[in-house]
């Protein structure tokens, strides 16, 4: 089955505890994303991947960071998280250009 | 605010029709998406409108398109209960995914 697979589904934290969602997907999509969806915002960009060894900044960057040494996969990493990284973060994946996007089921993180 | 703007809630009887509308920003918007969100899942793409199109029908989905007022509205007909969740409306800017601007998401609610 298609999907783009997201771990954990939730996580609770403490500030300043470094963790790492990781996401993969079996499409052989070239392009990947990361969003934080928060109430009433939708979703906003942090970073995405034009393909391997190529990522860049989203609209909201600051606090993570990304890798894509995979085709497959696209980790998201909060190497000292805050309270204010609290939020459900999406992965997803297209073939690239303008085509739609798959979308993970989403990791509520919760930082404390 | 918000570049891609939708009203947050709309609640309708079980058998009647939706509408959600949506307005974006950018008139060189090449592709225009409808997103639906069930709880706890993702984002599932329900259907998307080239901006050369003025409506798209798929079954019970209707998109219409008004580019000159950069509206663009999803009607669900004969709306059912499974159909509650949250409809996200987004703007493709180029020819990259990662120049795709979303919603707020509008929260639909199908009352028996």
């Known amino acids: 089955e298609a999907q783009v697979t997201q771990n954990p589904r939730y996580l609770i934290t403490v500030t300043g505890k470094k963790l790492t969602v990781t996401c993969s997907q079996n499409?052989?999509?070239?392009?990947m994303s990361w969003y934080r969806q928060d109430p009433g915002l939708g979703l906003r960009q942090i970073y995405y991947?034009?393909?391997?060894?190529?990522?860049d900044k989203g609209d909201v960057p600051e606090g993570y960071k990304v890798s894509r040494k995979e085709k497959r996969n696209f980790p998201l990493i909060l190497e000292s998280p805050s309270p204010n990284q609290t939020s459900l973060y999406f992965c997803a994946s297209s073939l690239g250009g303008s085509r739609p996007l798959h979308f993970g089921n989403g990791t509520r993180l919760t930082v404390t | 605010g918000e570049d891609v703007e939708q009203s947050l809630f709309l609640s309708v009887r079980e058998g009647d029709s939706s509408v959600i509308n949506c307005t974006y920003t950018d008139s060189s918007s090449t592709y225009l998406y409808w997103y639906k969100q069930e709880p706890g899942a993702g984002l599932q793409l329900l259907t998307y409108i080239f901006s050369n199109m003025d409506m798209k029908q798929d079954q019970r989905l209707t998109v219409l398109l008004n580019k000159k007022d950069k509206h663009l509205s999803l009607r669900i007909a004969d709306t059912q209960t499974g159909d509650s969740a949250i409809y996200f409306c987004a703007e493709s800017r180029g020819y990259n995914n990662n120049d795709m601007r979303f919603g707020a998401g509008t929260r639909l609610t199908v009352k028996p």
């Open positions: 991947s034009m393909n391997v060894e190529v990522t």
């Open positions: 499409m052989n999509h070239e392009y």
